[in-house]
């Protein structure tokens, strides 16, 4: 049965679109309105007419697209109407500003779960439920293999890898957005206290933080193009893309490590190239998945962004879920 | 608290690259442990414990029964884990977090010993139930050490030369000793590590097994200055080095790998039997053409290899001859300090006195190397060029008067190896390098021309220089044409000597050839891709050697 409500967002163009409102949440390419549920690169793109988002999104993403941007912001929970349809944002737990976006349209609600994480993040506002007929979830990591240890235990390996290479220099491979702010939080709460130094990329985006009002430590930014000496003992932050690159034979004596879900996996961890990873994620693991499913109360459910046949047939099966494909 | 150590340990030398700091990690591991977690960590660590108790499948269903979980759920797990013990592991992190860890001070040596050996004295019931209280009182780390040695997966990044070096390191006795008394059935006890440690060296506990082999190094120029007569010339066979021991009427068979392969040629070990005295002898095993009297393929070789109890068809089909180079021990002496030539002169006159009194007949299996005599080095030449129309790999050349050493010391023995075939090919995929690699494309594929296209036939990771490495990657980012993950596909511009050891037809390859040990040998910037090498000429090469 397609009501006419079920395709209140659908798939256009490989992004999720309303098409009664005629605006796209976090398009692929240049639209004329966009609501952005976070500020990843893969999450919006250059050259829209107008951006929708949060307040702390809207700061960063000026610091990413520049300033002369159109963008409209909301607080979290606050409602505004389009077309007919009201719209808010809610908390998403992934990074700083992250949120899901809640549709009411006809007495029915849609929600877009974005990026979303359950476990505690001192560097962004906690995911809120938010209760919805409609739910439109991630599902990066929707395999029960992975299964999120407690941060804590996490990061105290990290403090623990790094300091028991006191002759080396720690670099450690993190987005620079949300994960390395995160790290940083949790790191300088462990036994390290030695310097940390932050990639210029990093580097900005602590300051973007710090502006927001979170409270982290402050990093020494790493000057391009000056050889890099006497850092032994330090930990240094730069993006995963420089792992494979010549920017690494700045240093010397080093050690790598890579802070992501997917280190959860031996395989990945060896095939990666890193010396070490460390399971840390700022998405939901299975559990999270399921409890976001589960709370929302959402009768039908659609999944996105990640392998969900598994995570599809098992509610089916065993939660006697809904699930459904999005329409295109 | 060891089991935990060995956990760490376990984590360590699966993310340290670096060789230096696992022996650093293994010495500080060894030093703070009991000697019986000791002794299990090196039976654990050298692989020689790869008895499975029960099988992956058996530990997905049961952890699927235990849970009720979906089987296909646990199947599609692996897809992406890729190894059954620890797909178990991660989904166990669902299930057992809340109960009690009784088991958190169990030992290596408990486990090892004792718990998981008495599960096989179980009924399956109480075996499944057995291994359900395993989980659920273990903490959640060493599950993947117990899910392993459980499904007989237990492997990490080390190597028995690794081991060696850490205990000689350790307790400053020569490698030599350490490897000796490591080879063969190592079995874990405080004894098998007290005598693994011992810095007295024991000459009749040594005795029961192999001698450290002598390697040969590639030759080197300077070898020619040296007159034809202070060596011997050898065929170099491409077979399974090993040592026929045959003490106090026991025949023991020891590949150069460390390992008892007595099961594997049962024919032999028969024959060699019947000899009356006691030795050690060095040697080569092959399958042998008896009618051309050469070797067959390694290929062939390698039907009989991994086959325990060979029936008497397969005996039949891959007819197995051990050629004796040298002789180590005679009836309880070791000789291996007197020179080559009495060496090769007593092995002589013991192999012609076994010939003649030996009840069986023995020369259907058993052979000493013929030699070769040169008259000077341009004749060496042409004798290692013929090497391959007996199928051989090229000479071996050893110093008369050398006694036999262990490893690869230099100036004893030369490997005289026929030169390489070679083909001129055309660069065009390359893939970035690894480790100390990384950040460099150092992975190349090549290709050879078949009517209009290029078809890829090899790839080769070596035989660049650092400059010309940096120099080609340079080239590389300028001049690729497509991006695929790592693969970059390549204008095809630059043509390479790529040499080779052999050829044959491959139906896996999609050029229908396939080389072995590719390398490139020239970088011929004086070539132009028209000039490479087209499948037709590789198909002659291979006309022209078989």
New interface residues.
């Given amino acids: 049965m397609r009501t006419k409500q079920k395709d209140l967002i659908r798939y256009k163009d490989g992004s999720l679109y309303c098409e009664l409102a005629d605006i796209w949440i976090d398009p692929n390419k240049p639209v004329k309105s966009a609501l952005i549920t976070h500020a990843h690169f893969d999450h919006f793109t250059f050259g829209c007419e107008e951006y929708i988002s949060t307040n702390e999104t809207a700061i960063i993403l000026k610091e990413r697209v520049g300033n002369n941007i159109k963008i409209k912001t909301f607080d979290y929970g606050e409602e505004f109407k389009i077309n007919g349809i009201n719209i808010s944002f809610h908390p998403s737990g992934h990074i700083l500003g992250s949120s899901q976006i809640k549709f009411i349209f006809a007495e029915e609600k849609w929600l877009i779960s974005g990026d979303f994480k359950l476990q505690k993040d001192y560097t962004c506002k906690q995911y809120e439920i938010v209760k919805t007929d409609y739910l439109i979830s991630e599902c990066t990591f929707g395999?029960?293999?992975?299964?999120w240890d407690e941060t804590n235990k996490i990061v105290n390996d990290i403090s623990k890898w790094i300091t028991n290479s006191p002759e080396k220099t720690s670099i450690l491979f993190c987005y620079s957005l949300g994960k390395a702010q995160r790290l940083l939080k949790e790191i300088s709460q462990t036994n390290f206290k030695g310097n940390i130094y932050s990639h210029g990329s990093i580097y900005k985006m602590n300051n973007c933080y710090k502006e927001l009002g979170i409270d982290i430590k402050d990093t020494i930014k790493i000057e391009n193009k000056k050889k890099i000496d006497q850092l032994k003992g330090s930990l240094i932050l730069l993006p995963p893309s420089l792992?494979?690159?010549?920017?690494?034979?700045n240093f010397k004596n080093i050690q790598t490590a890579f802070a992501s879900g997917w280190m959860?996996?031996?395989?990945m961890?060896?095939r990666s190239?890193y010396?070490?990873?460390f399971a840390i994620s700022d998405h939901a693991d299975?559990?999270g998945i399921l409890e976001l499913v589960k709370k929302s109360e959402a009768k039908n459910v659609f999944f996105h962004h990640g392998d969900s046949?598994?995570l599809s047939?098992?509610l089916v099966?065993?939660e006697s879920i809904n699930v459904l494909l999005l329409g295109k | 608290m060891s089991l935990k150590k060995f956990s760490e340990l376990f984590g360590d030398l699966?993310?340290?690259?670096s060789t230096n700091n696992k022996i650093e990690v293994l010495k500080r591991y060894f030093l703070s442990n009991e000697p019986i977690d000791n002794s299990w960590a090196i039976y654990l660590l050298t692989g020689k414990s790869n008895k499975r108790f029960i099988s992956g499948r058996y530990l997905k269903n049961l952890f699927s029964q235990i849970y009720e979980y979906?089987e296909?759920?646990i199947d599609?797990?692996y897809l992406?884990?890729?190894?059954s013990a620890?797909?178990i592991t991660?989904?166990l992190?669902?299930k057992t977090t809340s109960i009690n860890k009784k088991l958190s001070n169990i030992s290596l040596n408990e486990l090892l010993s004792k718990t998981i050996p008495e599960l096989s004295k179980l009924n399956e019931e109480d075996k499944n139930l057995q291994i359900k209280n395993i989980w659920e009182r273990l903490p959640e780390d060493y599950h993947l050490i117990f899910n392993k040695i459980l499904t007989g997966t237990f492997r990490v990044g080390v190597s028995i030369g690794l081991i060696t070096k850490s205990l000689s390191k350790l307790i400053n006795i020569d490698e030599e000793i350490i490897s000796h008394r490591l080879m063969g059935n190592f079995k874990p006890s405080i004894d098998s590590y007290q005598f693994l440690i011992n810095k007295n060296i024991n000459l009749q506990e040594l005795n029961s097994k192999p001698f450290p082999f002598l390697l040969a190094n590639t030759i080197e120029d300077k070898i020619f200055k040296h007159s034809i007569n202070d060596f011997q010339f050898e065929w170099k066979y491409d077979g399974i080095r090993m040592q026929l021991i045959k003490r106090s009427g026991n025949v023991s068979l020891w590949t150069r790998g460390q390992e008892l392969v007595n099961e594997s040629f049962p024919e032999l070990v028969e024959k060699m039997s019947h000899i009356k005295d006691d030795f050690v002898l060095d040697g080569e095993l092959l399958v042998w053409n008896f009618k051309e009297q050469i070797a067959f393929d390694f290929s062939l070789l390698q039907k009989r290899i991994n086959r325990k109890s060979p029936t008497r068809s397969i005996q039949i089909k891959y007819p197995i001859i051990f050629i004796a180079y040298d002789l180590l021990e005679i009836n309880g002496r070791d000789i291996r300090e007197i020179k080559l030539e009495n060496r090769r002169n007593k092995l002589e006159k013991y192999f012609s006195k076994w010939q003649n009194k030996t009840e069986n007949n023995i020369s259907d299996i058993f052979k000493i190397c013929d030699l070769i005599f040169p008259k000077d080095w341009p004749d060496a030449l042409t004798f290692k060029e013929k090497s391959r129309e007996n199928n051989t790999e090229g000479l071996i050349i050893k110093n008369i008067r050398s006694p036999y050493t262990s490893g690869r010391k230099k100036g004893i023995w030369w490997k005289y190896k026929v030169d390489p075939m070679q083909l001129d090919a055309v660069l065009i995929y390359a893939k970035?390098g690894?480790?100390r690699r990384?950040?460099?494309y150092t992975d190349y594929s090549f290709a050879l021309w078949k009517d209009q296209e290029l078809v890829k036939f090899a790839s080769a990771y070596s035989g660049l220089t650092n400059i010309e490495i940096k120099e080609l990657d340079k080239w590389i980012r300028k001049n690729t044409i497509e991006k695929f993950g790592?693969v970059r596909s390549l204008k095809p511009e630059m043509v390479f000597e790529i040499s080779f050891e052999k050829i044959q037809i491959s139906k896996r390859h999609k050029s229908g050839i396939a080389v072995r040990f590719p390398r490139i040998t020239k970088w011929r910037k004086d070539k132009k891709i028209n000039d490479a090498d087209s499948l037709q000429n590789a198909y002659e090469l291979m006309k022209k050697i078989s």
């Fill in positions: 395999l029960p293999i992975f299964k792992s494979k690159s010549s920017y690494l034979k959860s996996i031996r395989a961890r060896k190239g010396d070490k990873g299975w559990d046949e598994a047939k098992y099966e065993k | 699966d993310s340290i690259n979906p296909w759920l599609t797990c992406k884990v890729g190894d620890e797909v991660l989904l992190k669902n970035g690894s480790g990384a950040g460099l790592p």
